[in-house]
């Protein structure tokens, strides 16, 4: 934005505290929350808020899933807050996240296994 102002803040909220398992989309949620400011108007939003639900899931670097072992993502869950948003402050069901996936290999990877 050429003419405007970014302003960010990065939120990171653990919804029970210091008990385990203390991962980024189980139970720590990141939230990025961006104020665009420009002559025609001043927005408030989430990173991933404008993604389709299956990108917040299956995206490769920051999407709502569990990485297979040994992968070496350590980013993945971001997207799971917008997921959640998405889906009216609800985590969505295992069923709900399998079929947004388009793909049943992610029942293995929904992070929400408490």
Not at 62 to 73: E, K, L, Q, R, T
Request: with cysteine.
């Amino acid at each position: 934005m050429a003419n405007g102002k970014v302003t960010q803040s990065h939120f990171f909220i653990d919804t029970n505290g210091a008990k385990k398992p203390n991962k980024v989309g189980v139970d720590v949620y990141v939230f990025f929350m961006e104020l665009r400011e420009d002559k025609a108007s001043k927005s408030l939003s989430m990173a991933g808020a404008n993604q389709t639900s299956k990108t917040l899931i299956t995206n490769s670097y920051s999407g709502c899933y569990i990485p297979d072992s040994g992968s070496g993502n350590t980013t993945s869950g971001l997207y799971c807050a917008a997921l959640i948003q998405k889906n009216g402050w609800k985590i969505p069901t295992v069923e709900q996240y399998v079929q947004w996936a388009e793909d049943q290999s992610y029942r293995a990877k929904y992070p929400w296994k408490f």
